[in-house]
């Protein structure tokens, strides 16, 4: 379960303080998912790097199945992060000299030598998203497409509790955009993962459902 409260974010500048996120709650379920809506420089990539413990609010509280990400300073942010989240972005951020196996391993390299079953979890979820033949091949070898069905195997390896993906498929067309955006539904209710989605796009957020709207830095139903 996810618990956020009246969370609030400022970024402070020469200008004075920009008051982004103004009283944020949101409770999640397990299972459930989530869709974010809201004009460019609303704050939706603000409000999914505090819910992922990338950046701390300025107030307010965030507690996953209980636990508080930023309880444990820098180091213990990183393991919850690992453990915990899921994160799919608009650029899909894939190692570029590393084959589409390794960049999918990745976030189980993080504790150190990489165990026989996720190895053969890390294939069975590229066979997932439909690029069984394409473990060896590098980012740059794949499609906009592809590479992005990388980044959606890497993000659930380790069956994070909650998924985080922000503008997924921004960059895509869209058969390719609803490839992507159905194996992010599919995957997370394999594992029952919590889902928010930030996306523009209509035919997304009616597939992913729980359409929310941030609007004057609070969320909407
Ligand atoms: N690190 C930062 N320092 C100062 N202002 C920032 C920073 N990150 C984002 N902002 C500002 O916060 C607002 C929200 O940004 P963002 O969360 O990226 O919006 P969205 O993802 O909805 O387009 C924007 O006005 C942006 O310029
Ligand atoms: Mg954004």
């Given amino acids: 379960m ?6 609030t974010k400022e970024y402070l500048s020469a200008a004075g303080a920009l008051r982004v996120l103004d009283g944020v709650s949101l409770r999640m379920r ?3 998912r989530i869709t974010v809506m809201g004009p460019s420089g609303s704050g939706k990539s603000t409000l999914l790097s505090i819910l992922g413990a990338l950046d701390e609010p300025t107030s307010g509280t965030v507690r996953l199945d209980g636990a508080d990400p930023f309880a444990g300073g820098t180091v213990g942010r990183a393991l919850f992060r690992n453990r915990r989240i899921g994160f799919v972005f608009q650029e899909h951020h894939l190692l570029d000299g590393c ?3 390794d960049n999918v391993l990745l976030p189980a390299l993080a504790g150190g030598s990489v165990p026989a079953q996720i190895e053969d979890r890390a294939r069975g979820l590229l066979d997932r998203v439909g690029l069984a033949a394409r473990q060896r091949h590098m980012p740059g070898e794949l499609s906009g497409g592809e590479r ?3 980044a959606v195997a890497r993000a659930l390896l380790l069956a994070p509790r909650l998924i985080l993906a922000d503008e997924p498929t921004g960059q895509l067309d869209s058969h390719a955009a609803g490839l992507v ?5 599919e995957l997370a209710a394999e594992t029952g993962g919590m889902l928010l989605v930030v996306t523009h796009s209509v035919a997304i ?3 992913v459902g729980g359409i929310h709207r941030l609007v004057d830095g609070r969320l909407m139903a």
């Fill in 181 to 185: 955006s159905e194996l992010l539904v």
């Fill in 205 to 207: 957020a009616a597939r």
């Fill in 148 to 150: 992005q069905r990388v």
């Fill in 99 to 101: 084959t589409a196996l």
């Fill in 30 to 32: 397990a299972g459930e």
């Fill in 2 to 7: 996810l618990e956020v409260d009246a969370l």
